[in-house]
Protein backbone atom coordinates (compact mmCIF):
# COMPACT_ATOMS: atom_id res chain seq x y z
CA UNK A 1 0.00 0.00 0.00
CA UNK A 2 2.64 2.15 1.17
CA UNK A 3 4.68 1.37 -2.41
CA UNK A 4 1.66 1.88 -4.54
CA UNK A 5 1.04 5.52 -2.50
CA UNK A 6 4.72 6.02 -3.66
CA UNK A 7 4.58 5.66 -6.82
CA UNK A 8 1.51 7.11 -7.34
CA UNK A 9 3.23 10.52 -5.42
CA UNK A 10 6.04 10.30 -7.84
CA UNK A 11 3.53 10.54 -11.13
CA UNK A 12 1.81 13.52 -9.43
CA UNK A 13 5.66 14.93 -9.24
CA UNK A 14 6.46 13.93 -12.61
CA UNK A 15 3.45 15.39 -14.29
CA UNK A 16 3.77 18.59 -12.28
CA UNK A 17 6.83 18.63 -13.29
CA UNK A 18 6.35 18.12 -17.19
CA UNK A 19 4.16 20.64 -17.62
CA UNK A 20 5.59 23.35 -15.50
CA UNK A 21 8.46 22.43 -16.95
CA UNK A 22 6.76 22.52 -20.53
CA UNK A 23 5.54 26.05 -19.73
CA UNK A 24 8.52 27.21 -18.85
CA UNK A 25 10.47 26.36 -21.83
CA UNK A 26 7.85 27.44 -24.40
CA UNK A 27 8.13 30.30 -22.34
CA UNK A 28 11.85 30.78 -22.78
CA UNK A 29 11.86 30.29 -26.36
CA UNK A 30 9.03 32.70 -27.02
CA UNK A 31 11.40 35.51 -25.09
CA UNK A 32 14.49 34.73 -26.69
CA UNK A 33 12.04 34.60 -30.08
CA UNK A 34 12.01 38.46 -30.08
CA UNK A 35 13.90 40.37 -32.71
CA UNK A 36 15.95 42.37 -30.90
CA UNK A 37 17.33 39.42 -28.97
CA UNK A 38 17.77 37.14 -32.40
CA UNK A 39 21.35 38.66 -32.67
CA UNK A 40 22.88 37.85 -29.25
CA UNK A 41 24.30 34.52 -28.66
CA UNK A 42 22.96 33.38 -25.64
CA UNK A 43 19.43 33.85 -26.17
CA UNK A 44 20.14 32.21 -29.31
CA UNK A 45 21.87 28.91 -27.35
CA UNK A 46 18.95 29.49 -24.74
CA UNK A 47 16.40 28.91 -27.80
CA UNK A 48 18.19 25.22 -28.74
CA UNK A 49 18.80 24.48 -24.76
CA UNK A 50 14.86 25.19 -24.13
CA UNK A 51 13.71 22.82 -27.03
CA UNK A 52 16.43 20.27 -26.06
CA UNK A 53 14.42 20.64 -22.63
CA UNK A 54 11.63 20.41 -23.43
CA UNK A 55 12.13 16.80 -25.10
CA UNK A 56 14.22 15.89 -22.11
CA UNK A 57 10.79 16.41 -20.12
CA UNK A 58 8.23 14.65 -22.52
CA UNK A 59 10.46 11.66 -22.48
CA UNK A 60 10.99 11.17 -18.88
CA UNK A 61 8.47 12.65 -17.08
CA UNK A 62 5.47 11.48 -19.55
CA UNK A 63 7.05 7.86 -18.90
CA UNK A 64 7.53 7.90 -15.46
CA UNK A 65 3.43 9.19 -15.28
CA UNK A 66 2.36 7.03 -17.55
CA UNK A 67 4.24 3.97 -15.69
CA UNK A 68 3.24 4.95 -12.04
CA UNK A 69 -0.80 5.26 -12.91
CA UNK A 70 -1.27 2.74 -16.21
CA UNK A 71 1.54 0.44 -16.02
CA UNK A 72 2.56 1.66 -19.21
CA UNK A 73 6.19 2.10 -20.14
CA UNK A 74 7.00 3.07 -23.99
CA UNK A 75 10.07 1.32 -23.40
CA UNK A 76 8.44 -1.67 -23.46
CA UNK A 77 6.16 -1.10 -26.46
CA UNK A 78 9.45 -2.68 -28.42
CA UNK A 79 12.53 -3.12 -28.73
CA UNK A 80 13.30 0.35 -31.07
CA UNK A 81 11.11 2.35 -28.89
CA UNK A 82 13.51 1.70 -25.75
CA UNK A 83 16.29 1.98 -27.80
CA UNK A 84 15.15 5.53 -29.37
CA UNK A 85 13.57 6.19 -26.15
CA UNK A 86 16.54 5.90 -23.97
CA UNK A 87 19.04 7.58 -26.42
CA UNK A 88 16.72 10.71 -26.46
CA UNK A 89 17.05 10.70 -22.73
CA UNK A 90 20.78 10.66 -22.72
CA UNK A 91 21.05 13.12 -25.73
CA UNK A 92 18.67 15.63 -24.84
CA UNK A 93 20.30 16.00 -20.84
CA UNK A 94 23.80 16.08 -22.20
CA UNK A 95 23.29 18.26 -24.99
CA UNK A 96 21.44 20.72 -22.85
CA UNK A 97 24.71 20.67 -20.14
CA UNK A 98 27.06 21.04 -22.99
CA UNK A 99 25.33 23.88 -24.20
CA UNK A 100 25.08 25.72 -20.94
CA UNK A 101 29.12 25.20 -20.90
CA UNK A 102 29.74 26.73 -24.20
CA UNK A 103 27.05 29.57 -23.26
CA UNK A 104 29.31 30.15 -20.04
CA UNK A 105 32.41 30.06 -22.20
CA UNK A 106 30.44 32.56 -24.29
CA UNK A 107 29.68 34.91 -21.91
CA UNK A 108 33.15 34.66 -20.23
CA UNK A 109 35.22 35.41 -23.37
CA UNK A 110 32.79 38.55 -24.21
CA UNK A 111 33.57 40.33 -20.93
CA UNK A 112 37.38 39.44 -21.24
CA UNK A 113 37.78 39.84 -24.53
CA UNK A 114 36.51 42.74 -25.95
CA UNK A 115 36.88 41.77 -29.76
CA UNK A 116 35.89 38.31 -28.97
CA UNK A 117 32.05 39.71 -29.86
CA UNK A 118 32.97 41.06 -33.00
CA UNK A 119 34.53 37.77 -34.38
CA UNK A 120 33.89 35.15 -32.39
CA UNK A 121 30.30 35.64 -31.23
CA UNK A 122 27.78 35.63 -33.58
CA UNK A 123 24.59 34.02 -35.04
CA UNK A 124 26.24 31.87 -37.27
CA UNK A 125 28.58 30.92 -35.41
CA UNK A 126 26.50 29.91 -32.36
CA UNK A 127 24.41 27.61 -34.73
CA UNK A 128 27.38 26.06 -36.15
CA UNK A 129 28.07 25.43 -32.37
CA UNK A 130 24.87 24.01 -31.43
CA UNK A 131 25.05 21.12 -34.92
CA UNK A 132 29.29 20.49 -33.66
CA UNK A 133 27.72 19.67 -30.41
CA UNK A 134 24.38 17.65 -31.39
CA UNK A 135 26.94 15.62 -33.71
CA UNK A 136 29.12 14.73 -31.01
CA UNK A 137 26.78 14.21 -28.24
CA UNK A 138 24.60 11.62 -31.11
CA UNK A 139 28.04 10.29 -32.10
CA UNK A 140 28.75 9.88 -28.23
CA UNK A 141 25.57 8.20 -27.40
CA UNK A 142 25.10 6.09 -30.42
CA UNK A 143 25.34 2.65 -28.88
CA UNK A 144 22.72 3.10 -27.39
CA UNK A 145 20.39 2.74 -30.49
CA UNK A 146 22.58 -0.19 -31.34
CA UNK A 147 23.68 -2.36 -28.15
CA UNK A 148 20.73 -1.19 -26.33
CA UNK A 149 16.83 -2.43 -25.37
CA UNK A 150 15.65 -5.78 -24.78
CA UNK A 151 15.09 -8.72 -26.46
CA UNK A 152 12.92 -11.75 -26.23
CA UNK A 153 15.01 -14.66 -26.99
CA UNK A 154 13.41 -17.92 -28.03
Not at 3 to 25: M, P, Q, R
Not at 44 to 55: A, E, H, N, P, Q
Amino acid sequence: MLLNFGNKLLGIVSLFLYFFGLIGNILTYFVCQRKPLRKITTFGLLKVISISDIFALSVWNLDVFLMSFYGFAHEYKSAWWCKIAVFFQYFCLQYSAWLLVFLSIDRFMNVRINTWRKIYSTPKNAKILCFIIAFFIFFLNSHLLVLNGFSIVV
